[in-house]
């Protein structure tokens, strides 16, 4: 079984201040994971994934994740945060391309002026 | 562009009325797709596999007689609400992995149902 823990459903940082959000994981086969921004009342974009090649991963808008192992980790940062970075934020893992994904109850990012 | 389209995207009925909502693969085919349901404010829930020539997977909790789905094709997938009840209203979400792309998985828009 897999599952996800995002800590802190809440995150409020000022407008060019680094951001940072925590996934942690829990996998018995190496996983797949994901980092997705949903804005609301719409649906999910992929911001980067994790499956299996480089440990820092590079995404769109500017974010970037690191898989440690060690850790069982895949945090999400970004280095300046920006009004419009203001949404909820899912992690996800899954066991292969072809299975369904688990996701974190998601962390809702407000950045401050 | 969009590579997993949903229709309707909004839709309203009245309890204990029906409501198919469908879920399209618009350039690949997709043998599986999958059904999140997400209430307010929460995160997104597997309600089942569909499986093309096949009959769904449930997860456990979700009723496979009021949730239909169909996967007739291998580009559509339907999902629907058998006499719905408030309580059904949610935004329900469908992805389909693709293949030629390390099998990322491609999600809908989702359709927002509201149940009077």
């Known amino acids: 079984a897999q599952s996800v823990t995002q800590l802190g459903s809440h995150v409020s940082v000022s407008e060019g201040a680094l951001v940072l959000l925590r996934c942690n994981y829990s996998?018995?086969?190496?996983?797949?994971l994901f980092w997705y921004v949903q804005y609301p009342n719409q649906g999910l974009q992929l911001l980067l994934k994790?499956?299996?090649?480089?440990?820092l991963v590079k995404g769109i808008n500017g974010f970037e994740a690191e898989f440690k192992k060690s850790e069982t980790s895949f945090h999400l940062t970004k280095p300046s945060a920006h009004m419009s970075d203001a949404a909820e934020y899912f992690c996800?893992?899954?066991?292969?391309?072809?299975?369904?994904?688990?996701f974190g109850k998601g962390t809702r990012l407000s950045v401050i002026a | 562009g969009a590579v997993v389209s949903q229709h309707p995207s909004r839709v309203i009925c009245k309890s204990g009325t029906s409501v198919k909502i469908e879920c399209r693969s618009l350039?690949?085919?997709?043998?599986?797709m999958f059904w999140y349901r997400q209430f307010p404010k929460q995160s997104l829930m597997l309600m089942a596999t569909?499986?093309?020539?096949?009959?769904?997977?449930?997860e456990q909790g979700v009723e496979k007689d009021k949730f239909l789905i169909n996967h007739a094709s291998l580009t559509l997938s339907t999902l629907t609400v058998t006499s719905a009840h408030p309580e059904d209203s949610s935004f329900y979400i469908c992805?389909?992995?693709?293949?030629?792309?390390?099998?990322?998985?491609?999600f809908g828009p989702g359709t927002r149902l509201t149940v009077t």
């Open positions: 992805s389909a992995p693709r293949s030629d792309s390390d099998y990322e998985q491609y």
């Open positions: 996998s018995s086969v190496p996983p797949y």
């Open positions: 994790y499956t299996s090649a480089a440990t």
């Open positions: 996800a893992v899954t066991a292969s391309g072809n299975t369904p994904l688990v």
């Open positions: 350039d690949f085919q997709a043998t599986t």
């Open positions: 569909s499986n093309e020539g096949s009959k769904a997977t449930y």
